[in-house]
């Protein structure tokens, strides 16, 4: 979602008109997955097949990432769609897509405003959907993917807050019915290395997992001032890191990613949190409200236990890894690296490939093969987790797995238009109360 071209149509939409709560659900048993195939096997298996046709809903810079390595994936790929709330977004990236030959999108196919996504999904003709939004925005867009039958690619994290989640478990649950394929944008989960020492760690390599820490220790990210002629929707949309009903926050929206590598080798998610965190140095409005920093102590069903940190300040020592210890040794990865300590030491030394475009080769192999592969409880999983480390933090109490699976606290507006929308105070703990 990301400027100030008017919307095609539909310049407000009403959430309720496109927001089902799937409330009551619990978390149902893990979907099937399909391990990552080696880069030349699986592209072999969509070589010489029809085109498949690739359309991006979010046009901001990680939605033009995964569009260029959806065409890097495989060469029967093509992006015959865009949509966008913003029009000089979504012409941005058309621009740089177009630079493939295989994504040049006509002007037909280009869809403006709060509800672009349907327009994409109703109107062209697409068979895989690319879901790069703010993170508040994926279950319904989700739903309506599956809804129609598409394929699915989504960025982490999948949802905001306890609704949310529930309709992206729902409609993973369809996908699965449909047969349809839905792939995540966790990328370790397809990163060559991260593979070869969670199958070691599966295997006893350091025997029963009991603990592990794990970091996104950083400096800050970018912030877009505001213009005089932003209304609150846009500037916020604008600058979505900022406000936890966009982003869920940046334990959320980034630490996901070290969280669902550990819930990956403790085998499951945690069962409890307690957490804090604060906003110490990033005070300014022009940072919305959310947190700079977490700490967060997860506990899992079998007694084992987290310790998470996540943090966003200049000038600070930085580190973005997960050490997972057990009863034999213990393993530590990050980026294009794996080493594993102890009577069956090891460490990685091979060609770890690109993950970010494995995770597309991946998706469009099960697309051709009829496999299914589908990610969405698992990445919904883990994106719990770090939901419930938020609350935690924000409330200042033990928050539960079942507490932030059925929490009825849904965040954002209820209807989406440019226009006046107050930003709620920064949460403190002890006094913001959990919903």
Not at 196 to 210: H, T, Y
Request: charged share 20%; net charge negative.
């Amino acid at each position: 979602m990301n400027s100030t071209d008017g919307p095609r149509d539909g310049k407000h939409v009403s959430r309720r008109e496109f927001v089902r709560t799937t409330a009551g659900l619990t978390a149902a048993a893990a979907l099937p997955l399909i391990p990552s195939t080696a880069w030349a096997a699986a592209t072999a298996h969509v070589a010489g097949s029809d085109t498949i046709r690739v359309g991006l809903i979010g046009c901001g810079g990680r939605g033009t990432g995964a569009a260029m390595q959806s065409l890097q994936a495989a060469p029967e790929t093509q992006v015959v769609a865009l949509a966008d709330v913003f029009g000089d977004r979504l012409q941005n990236s058309r621009g740089y897509i177009a630079r493939h030959e295989r994504g040049k999108v006509d002007d037909e196919h280009c869809y403006l405003g709060f509800d672009a996504y349907q327009q994409l999904i109703d109107h062209a003709e697409v068979d895989l959907v690319i879901l790069a939004t703010p993170p508040h925005f994926r279950p319904m867009h989700l739903e309506a993917a599956i809804k129609a039958g598409k394929h699915v690619f989504m960025e982490k994290p999948v949802a905001v807050d306890g609704p949310g989640i529930r309709q992206v478990i729902a409609a993973g649950q369809e996908a699965q019915r449909q047969g349809l394929s839905i792939v995540a944008g966790t990328q370790r989960r397809h990163e060559t290395c991260y593979l070869e020492a969670m199958k070691r760690l599966q295997d006893g390599a350091i025997g029963e997992v009991i603990s592990a820490r794990c970091y996104w220790n950083q400096g800050g990210l970018w912030m877009n001032e505001r213009q005089d002629a932003w209304s609150d929707m846009e500037w916020q949309l604008r600058n979505w890191l900022y406000f936890t009903w966009l982003s869920g926050d940046h334990i959320v929206e980034q630490h996901v990613h070290n969280l669902d590598a550990v819930n990956w080798a403790m085998g499951g998610h945690p069962v409890k949190a307690m957490g804090m965190g604060g906003r110490q140095v990033r005070t300014s409005p022009k940072y919305g409200h959310i947190f700079d920093h977490f700490a967060i102590e997860y506990e899992y069903a079998n007694g084992g236990f987290l310790e998470s940190m996540c943090r966003q300040i200049d000038g600070c020592a930085s580190r973005v890894e997960e050490v997972v210890y057990g009863t034999a040794g213990r393993m530590r990865t990050h980026s294009g690296y794996a080493e594993i300590f102890g009577p069956k030491a090891w460490r990685f030394e091979g060609d770890n490939g690109e993950p970010y475009v494995q995770e597309h080769v991946d998706l469009i192999a099960s697309v051709r093969e009829g496999q299914g592969l589908n990610e969405a409880q698992r990445i919904a999983e883990s994106t719990l987790t770090a939901i419930m480390g938020r609350m935690s933090a924000y409330t200042g109490q033990e928050i539960t797995w079942e507490q932030a699976l059925n929490s009825q606290e849904r965040l954002g507006p209820d209807v989406y238009e440019f226009g006046s929308l107050p930003v709620p105070p920064v949460a403190v703990p002890g006094r913001t109360p959990f919903v």
